[in-house]
């Protein structure tokens, strides 16, 4: 997952810029839900964004994004970040998302080997 870095997607718009949004951030995947019932053209995309560097690992937290209509990516749980942060679109290989994030144990983090360290 590490090495997706290259092909992570870019978040086109943040919660504390849509007019009329009032977001909840960590509610990410509840959010989406509400946003994609009052915009039913666009659809949920689940994944994982970069949380923070543990040594030799990388933490990814799961999220959950919309992809408008328009194809434009957007975070209706946080605001702008300070720094871009990429995200990397859960593959399905792996299984179904929300059975890793709540099942047992959940999964709401995966650490996963920096494959730029040797």
Do not use: K
């Amino acid at each position: 997952m590490a090495r997706q870095f290259a092909d992570a997607l870019p978040i086109n718009h943040y919660a504390d810029r849509l007019p009329g949004w009032s977001p909840r951030s960590n509610h990410c995947h509840e959010q989406v839900m509400l946003w994609l019932l009052l915009h039913p053209a666009d659809q949920a995309v689940r994944g994982w964004m970069p949380e923070c560097q543990l040594g030799h690992e990388v933490r990814f937290a799961a999220h959950s994004l919309v992809r408008t209509a328009a194809g434009q990516l957007i975070d209706v749980a946080f605001p702008a970040p300070a720094v871009e942060r990429p995200f990397i679109e859960h593959p399905p290989a792996p299984g179904d998302f929300f059975a890793l994030i709540h099942g047992d144990p959940p999964m709401h983090f995966i650490d996963v080997p920096d494959p730029d360290w040797s």
